[in-house]
């Protein structure tokens, strides 16, 4: 009954925007399986929607980190973070965007259903989504909404009830391992692990887990804290390392 | 090293506030501070050093030994303009630093005479001596006006020249004295003696018109006229010492005998002059001010547990590491 809609090819697929806004030519991994002949650019918004959402240098950044993860056998991939405002939803989609640039069919999907801003930051309809699945029976195609090629993003939807029984309900329904098992690569913006429950609960669905530390803002010892008993360990993307010594005293100080 | 360079450049306005406020107290406090005017007089010594000193240093010593007497402090005042100023704005005294906020907040404190000392410190630290020759030196004169700034310089020099002239007198006038009273001893004992010799003529109908040569056939009157004589003669002596000390004393006071002339007269300053209380205010304020930020910055890198960079992942959270994003990402 679950049916996840294919995503329309990049050579096939007509643009959102257009092609000028398209930013760098996909680079294509000497390991990586995927045989899209053409580039699956890294988004940018429209300029009449604000500009670039993920900056080049993140990509590459992003890049580098999902070639050490490796996408063989990649199925569900959480991010999530110890706090709010460390940089997990752009990051997220930095995420799907680098894995559709191999060539995966892969679904963005907003789990954190506390303040989920995914749809209304790229843009995206907030309806469907992943509850109104699970509540009124509709087709998980009819909530995946095409965002670029080969990434598409599944909102939230309207949520009724509370937020670790739709987590829980989500876990019983398999909708993930089917997904999975059909080769579609999920990505999750998870809630932050502190603050309540749901970002551990949403945590626990993924097969794998990517932790963005804001460098410079979070304490050792709360990153300790947060991921203290998750399931699986995760794997630290550090976000802004962006040095903020001048030039001039890295050369003078020799670092 | 690398941690702590990152921890200062990303609280970079945090530390330069201490630093800022500090400069801002500082420039605020030398604002309020009244106006300085400096006024500055030159001094060609004449006189020989002491020791291995030289002239111009040992008047320096002399006049910053004088700067420390009330006599003299109050005898510049009076001959300045210095008293009547000092009297009118008492505030100007006050070695307190935030008198004049104090000043700013209740108002101008009422008019009042300084006393000797309050004189005397005030002199004390507005006025500099220095040397800048084997026989030249300078004296400068801060006042919160170019008038007093300079008159003040003026009478300084005045009241030295006078001290100095007075110092060197002073042996001759004590002789003087001495000389005058022994003087007018003198004067006692020559009248006795003409008054014993007046009476023994007297008693003895002795008419020194008729015989002059009565003393040579008198013993008793030879005796008492020898003692008149002497005593004459002392009185004599006595009075041409007094007129050589009388005119020790006039040559000594001279002007061209003077221990020093004055080469440049203070002039009235143009422009108002960055004080030493000023200077020193600057440099406490720059040194607490950087004293504050080294102690923010110690306490920033002992209170930061934060990571900076991917290295510090596993050691200070013992996590693998995927890559890191130089730039920043919000969500």
New interface residues.
């Given amino acids: 009954m679950l049916e996840a809609r294919k995503v329309s090819k990049p050579a096939a697929a007509t643009p959102a925007w257009p092609a000028s806004l398209y930013a760098k030519p996909r680079v294509q991994p000497s390991w990586e399986p995927s045989t899209s002949p053409s580039p699956s650019p890294y988004v940018r918004t429209p300029a009449a929607m604000g500009g670039t959402l ?2 080049e ?2 990509m ?3 890049r ?3 070639q ?2 490796g996408v063989k056998g990649l199925t569900t991939l959480g991010v999530t ?1 110890s706090l ?8 997220a989609l ?1 995420t799907a965007l680098v894995l559709a640039e191999y060539g995966m069919e892969t679904i963005l999907l907003e789990l954190d259903l506390a303040h989920p ?1 995914l749809c209304h930051r790229l843009g995206v309809s907030k309806y469907p989504g992943l509850l109104d699945v699970r509540e009124i029976r509709q087709e998980v195609a009819d909530a995946m909404h095409p965002f670029s090629p080969g990434v598409s993003i599944v909102p939230v939807g309207q949520m009724q009830g509370s937020i670790p029984r739709a987590l829980s309900q989500l876990a019983k329904s398999e909708l993930l391992s089917e997904l999975a098992s059909q080769g579609v690569a999920v990505v999750a913006d998870l809630p932050p692990l502190m603050g309540n429950s749901a970002g551990r609960q949403a945590a626990s669905l993924m097969a794998d887990l ?2 963005v ?9 709360t ?2 804290e947060a ?1 203290a008993g998750l399931p699986v ?14 030039g001039w ?2 050369r003078l ?1 020799g ?1 | 090293m690398k941690r702590t360079l990152e921890i200062v450049f990303t609280h970079k306005r945090l530390l330069i506030a201490p630093l800022l406020a500090a400069l801002i107290c500082t420039a605020a406090y030398v604002a309020l501070q009244p106006p300085s005017y400096q006024s500055t007089g030159s001094l060609w010594v004449n006189t020989s050093g002491i020791g291995t000193q030289s002239p111009a240093q040992t008047q320096a010593d002399i006049l910053s030994q004088d700067l420390k007497t009330s006599t003299f402090a109050i005898a510049v005042a009076n001959a300045g303009p210095l008293n009547a100023y000092l009297t009118a704005h008492p505030g100007a005294m006050s070695t307190n630093p935030i008198h004049p906020l104090k000043e700013l907040v209740t108002g101008a404190s009422a008019p009042r005479k300084p006393s000797s000392d309050e004189l005397r410190a005030y002199l004390a630290t507005h006025v500099t001596v220095a040397t800048v020759g084997p026989n030249q030196l300078t004296v400068t004169v801060a006042a919160p006006t170019p008038n007093v700034a300079r008159d003040t310089a003026n009478a300084l020099i005045a009241q030295l020249l006078a001290s100095e002239v007075a110092a060197k007198i002073a042996p001759m006038q004590t002789n003087l004295a001495l000389l005058q009273t022994e003087l007018k001893d003198q004067t006692t004992v020559l009248q006795q003696a003409v008054a014993a010799v007046q009476k023994y003529i007297a008693d003895n109908h002795i008419n020194l018109a008729k015989d002059p040569n009565a003393a040579a056939s008198d013993p008793g009157l030879a005796v008492l006229q020898g003692a008149a004589a002497e005593a004459q003669a002392t009185y004599q002596n006595l009075l041409t010492a007094i007129d050589k000390v009388k005119s020790d004393i006039e040559t000594a006071q001279q002007p061209k005998l003077a221990p020093f002339r004055v080469v440049d007269s203070p002039q009235l300053p143009s422009s108002v002059a960055l004080g030493k209380q000023e200077i020193i205010a600057v440099a406490a304020g720059l040194f607490a001010g950087l004293l504050a930020v080294a102690v923010l910055v110690a306490l920033l890198v002992r209170l930061d547990t934060t990571i900076h960079s991917a290295d510090e992942v596993q050691r200070m959270v013992g996590l693998p590491v995927l890559g890191s994003t130089p730039q920043s990402a919000r969500t």
């Fill in positions: 993920v900056a240098e993140m590459e950044g992003v580098q980190a999902i050490t993860l973070s709010r405002g460390e940089g997990r939803t752009t990051l930095a801003e990517i932790l530390v804001r460098a410079n803002m979070v304490p050792a010892a990153i300790v991921v360990t995760p794997k630290v993307l550090l976000n802004g390392t962006r040095s903020r010594v001048p005293v890295r100080s670092i």
